[in-house]
Nanobody, 131 residues
Framework: VQLQASGGGLVQTGGSLRLSCAAS?????????????VDWYRQASGKERELVAS???????KYADSVKGRFTISRDNAKNTVYLQMSSLKSEDTAVYYC?????????????????????RGKGTLVTVSS
């Protein structure tokens, strides 16, 4: 099972980017897979990791004061993906962005359905905002 953050890149001040955090089974044969609560973090060079936005499995959201009104977190359960829409980007938004998520899945082991769940951190995606 994999959790992948993507969508980073280079953007000018005031621009927008949309990050994705997606769960997949890779090469595993799964009966189902779901992404639960997701936290988006970021870490700028030389700084501590900062919680940017969170979304529960039910869709409730929270934001850091530094991004309120500019970032929107949302989810598409059919695609097992959570998005972070970032607008009005500033140079101080430059960082590596990570998603942490609870992922649950099912598979068949020796003919018996089995359920699993784990907390994952996706590989980061770099966002660079140039002034």
């Amino acid at each position: 099972v994999q959790l992948q953050a993507s969508g980073g890149g280079l953007v000018q001040t005031g621009g927008s980017l949309r990050l994705s955090c997606a769960a997949s089974g890779g090469t595993l044969r799964l009966t189902h897979i779901e992404i639960g609560a997701v936290d988006w973090y970021r870490q700028a060079s030389g700084k501590e990791r900062e919680l940017v936005a969170s979304i529960t499995s039910g869709g409730s959201t929270k934001y850091a004061d530094s991004v309120k009104g500019r970032f929107t977190i949302s989810r598409d359960n059919a695609k097992n993906t959570v998005y972070l829409q970032m607008s009005s980007l500033k140079s101080e938004d430059t960082a590596v962005y990570y998603c942490d998520a609870r992922v649950t899945w099912g598979t068949i082991v020796d003919g018996t359905p089995e359920e699993y769940g784990m907390d994952y951190r996706g590989k980061g995606t770099l966002v660079t905002v140039s002034s």
